[in-house]
């Protein structure tokens, strides 16, 4: 059985440049969340997905949009780039029969 | 005042002692509370989940949680240089890991 899986795991882009990372949820989930870990920092809430619709977002900025597709799969896109958007992305899959979110290994992120 | 507090420590301990971790929450509706542990470069892996006051036991792990001074703990028994790692406190407004409120994490390490 499959964990979390994230793709790809090191990206190195260019301020002002567009990313897509993606995700692919543990089996039997189907609720994708992605966060934004600063160095040194707890993960910060980005947003939620779940039946293909956003349901709740945190305080990050319209550059910021995701996608679910039916197999439960997730993207989250980050437009416009900027230096501070260096950080380790991760996705979190979870059900809403159960109450525990289990993570991918991360997308590490650089800016230059 | 941060939702999720953890001192960030380092928190130094020796080997086969019990490490204590602490952790305080804003938000008084919290239900679901969550302890990770993040090995440097990694991901975040789940080790305890608590959603009611008392004490829950898993091998070497206790979780404590008491909703009436919203604080929530770990300990680690006998414990490891293995256990070396940053442990993340997260909390939860609702039923489930929907969307979890990190603290910053606290870096724990013992001493062969």
């Known amino acids: 059985d499959a964990g979390v899986t994230q793709s790809p795991t090191h990206l190195i882009k260019t301020r002002g440049q567009q990313v897509t990372l993606r995700c692919s949820p543990k089996?039997?989930?189907?609720?994708v969340s992605w966060y934004q870990q600063a160095l040194g920092q707890g993960p910060q809430f980005i947003f939620q997905y779940y039946e293909e619709e956003e349901r709740q977002r945190g305080n990050f900025p319209d550059r910021f949009s995701g996608h679910q597709f039916p197999n439960y799969s997730s993207e989250l896109n980050v437009n416009a780039l900027l230096l501070g958007d260096s950080a380790l992305y991760l996705c979190a899959s979870s059900s809403d029969r159960y109450t525990e979110a289990f993570f991918g290994q991360g997308t590490r992120l650089t800016v230059v | 005042q941060k939702e999720v507090e953890q001192n960030s420590g380092p928190l130094s301990v020796p080997e086969g002692a019990i490490a204590s971790l602490n952790c305080t929450y804003s938000?008084?509706?919290?239900?679901?509370f969550f302890w990770y542990r993040q090995y440097s470069g990694k991901s975040p892996e789940l080790i305890m989940s608590i959603y009611s006051n008392g004490d829950k036991e898993d091998g070497r792990f206790t979780a404590q949680l008491n909703k009436a001074s919203q604080y929530v703990s770990l300990l680690i028994r006998d414990s490891q240089p293995s256990d070396s790692a940053t442990y993340l406190c997260?909390?939860?407004?609702?039923?489930?890991?929907?969307?979890?409120?990190f603290g910053q994490g606290t870096r724990l390490t013992i001493n062969p």
């Open positions: 089996s039997g989930h189907d609720t």
């Open positions: 938000d008084r509706v919290s239900q679901s």
């Open positions: 997260a909390v939860s407004n609702i039923q489930g890991a929907q969307k979890l409120v």
